[in-house]
């Protein structure tokens, strides 16, 4: 068994470098690259890349808490990713004894339509910049 394992890791592992290759191979710059050479049109270029991050989930924070007293340790947690605008997603999961639940609740201006506990409020603001 772990002589399988390990076969088929290496084989997992060629078949991500040959995916990654080939989409380096297709994605690279080339010499004629349409990119201006002055200063302004640099600066139009950074403020279009500007813009298009701003739409990225790229304010993220994870609260870990402990749901249930009796557990112990802090399996909980909630994860907000949200992105310049505060527009995104709070994912919380919530482990029990038995069972865990998962929930995603939807963020629009750093704020939900949906009742919100203490750990996804303050992952929220944990991922405000």
């Not at 995603?104 to 203490?118: F, H, M």
């Amino acid at each position: 068994m772990p002589t399988a394992l390990a076969f088929f890791s290496v084989v997992l592992a060629a078949a991500a470098l040959l995916l990654a290759l080939s989409t380096w191979m297709r994605l690279r710059p080339t010499k004629d690259a349409d990119l201006p050479t002055d200063v302004l049109g640099l600066r139009g270029e950074v403020a279009a890349l500007r813009r298009e991050a701003a739409g990225a989930l790229r304010h993220l924070a994870v609260v870990r808490y402990d749901a249930f007293e009796e557990m112990g340790g802090t399996l909980s947690w909630s994860l907000a990713l949200l992105d310049d605008g505060g527009d995104g997603v709070v994912l919380t999961s919530i482990r029990g004894r038995n069972e865990a639940r998962t929930y995603a609740k939807s963020v629009t201006s750093w704020r939900s339509d949906q009742d919100l506990s203490p750990e996804e409020t303050e992952a929220i603001a944990h991922a405000r910049p």
